[in-house]
């Protein structure tokens, strides 16, 4: 439908990710979307009006990332987004807002004008050592940031970082 990679191909990208990480000491950040007020438009207008705003917002998220990123649709209304060799925490920050906009313009249907949000989390970690071992828990903590940022208001974004130092340093 959408043309994004599946949840098997997104979790192949994210492996691939923390790899190129590690081996180049590359700052990262996993940003989870959930979008706002998708339900309603789609018991409202139907299953296929739904998918043309899924669709769409697929569309207006591959237009703000660079070729080396990578945009997933989980499934239903919940996308992630890879962002590899980012120059600070601040450039994922730039981004999130940057889609949050993106997905608050309102998007014209075959039969109405549909407007949706999103509620966006940030799992960061510092710069990898190559002698890293421990997997950066991205998934749990940008779903857990997501679900925290929804929590406190529609279009909100929430920024968790996953520890402030490397392991092996620790």
Not at 82 to 94: C, E, P, R, T, Y
Not at 123 to 134: N, Y
């Amino acid at each position: 439908l959408t043309d994004l990679p599946n949840r098997a191909l997104f979790h192949d990208r994210l492996q691939q990710a923390i790899i190129s990480a590690r081996r180049n000491g590359a700052l990262g950040a996993l940003l989870f979307i959930d979008l706002d007020r998708f339900k309603a438009i789609n018991d409202q207008y139907g299953h296929a009006m739904g998918d043309m705003v899924l669709v769409e917002v697929s569309h207006r998220l591959k237009k703000l990332l660079r070729e080396s990123d990578t945009v997933a649709r989980l499934g239903g209304d919940e996308f992630t987004v890879i962002l590899q060799n980012l120059n600070s925490k601040k450039d994922a920050l730039h981004i999130a807002e940057k889609m949050n906009a993106a997905l608050m313009a309102s998007i014209e249907l075959a039969t109405t004008t549909a407007t949706i949000g999103s509620s966006i989390g940030i799992a960061s970690r510092a710069r990898p050592s190559r002698a890293s071992t421990m997997p950066p828990p991205w998934p749990i903590s940008g779903s857990t940031a997501k679900a925290m940022s929804g929590s406190l208001s529609p279009t909100a974004m929430m920024l968790w970082e996953s520890w402030a130092t490397d392991e092996a340093s620790a």
